[in-house]
């Protein structure tokens, strides 16, 4: 696609459910990563995987964190046993290997909502 | 520990007025510094991306600095618009592959008419 999707755009889950979150990344970008934005914060890096080369996961913030690639396209960020605190934008950034250099895209966001 | 820090955390100016964003960072070393614009409920775009040996780079009436010897840059807004007001990123990168980037907590700009 023309730009990087996540979806759904919201999602309001009760503390303790599972969630999961989707990301497609601009086709051909090797390279794709997973930030959380809590509000009034800055981004804060949580997984990034680049081809087929083992992810850095060292943003995760607990075992309930997990994320997954397949095929080199579509991403999977699950949350399990949600907490309040898991409640943020989960923003997810795409780019060509080289091009990391210069620019990632963006998408819109996941905004989720743990009551 | 890398670090970019942003100022002001928030600003609210008058329509068609100028401002100017401020950016320090003590990444190092350093490969770039690209400054986002965020509008509410959307992803960050890039506006700028500069590099080690540039001093200024300019998208419309967005112009970003760069000093590498102070490890500051900052961000002037021309002739501001309603549009413009969202909140504004200073990222700078390491040099490398992977998660090589440092987000500041980004300034909230109102512009209001």
């Known amino acids: 696609g023309a730009g990087v999707s996540q979806s759904p755009s919201n999602k309001v889950t009760e503390k303790g459910k599972d969630v999961e979150l989707r990301c497609d990344p601009i086709?051909?970008?090797?390279?794709l990563y997973w930030y959380r934005q809590s509000l009034g914060q800055g981004l804060e890096f949580l997984i990034y995987f680049q081809g087929n080369s083992a992810p850095d996961k060292s943003g995760l913030p607990s075992d309930r964190f997990s994320a997954e690639r397949t095929g080199g396209s579509v991403s999977t960020l699950t949350i399990q046993r949600t907490q309040q605190e898991d409640s943020a934008v989960y923003l997810c950034?795409?780019?060509?290997?080289?091009?990391?250099?210069?620019?990632?895209?963006f998408g819109s966001g996941t905004r989720l909502t743990v009551v | 520990k890398n670090q970019v820090e942003q100022s002001p955390q928030s600003l609210i100016i008058l329509e068609g007025k100028n401002c100017t964003l401020q950016?320090?960072?003590?990444?190092?070393?350093?490969?770039?510094l690209r400054w986002y614009k965020q509008d509410t409920g959307r992803g960050p775009v890039s506006l700028t991306i500069m590099t080690f040996s540039e001093n200024t780079k300019s998208n419309g009436r967005y112009t970003a600095t760069l000093d590498a010897d102070t490890k500051q840059s900052s961000l002037h807004i021309t002739a501001s618009q309603l549009s413009d007001s969202a909140s504004y990123i200073c990222?700078?990168?390491?040099?490398?592959?992977?998660?090589?980037?440092?987000f500041g907590g980004g300034t909230r700009l109102m512009v209001k008419p």
């Open positions: 990222v700078v990168r390491a040099p490398g592959a992977g998660n090589m980037l440092t």
């Open positions: 950016c320090n960072y003590t990444v190092s070393p350093f490969s770039n």
């Open positions: 086709s051909g970008h090797t390279a």
């Open positions: 950034a795409s780019s060509l290997v080289l091009q990391g250099h210069y620019g990632y895209t």
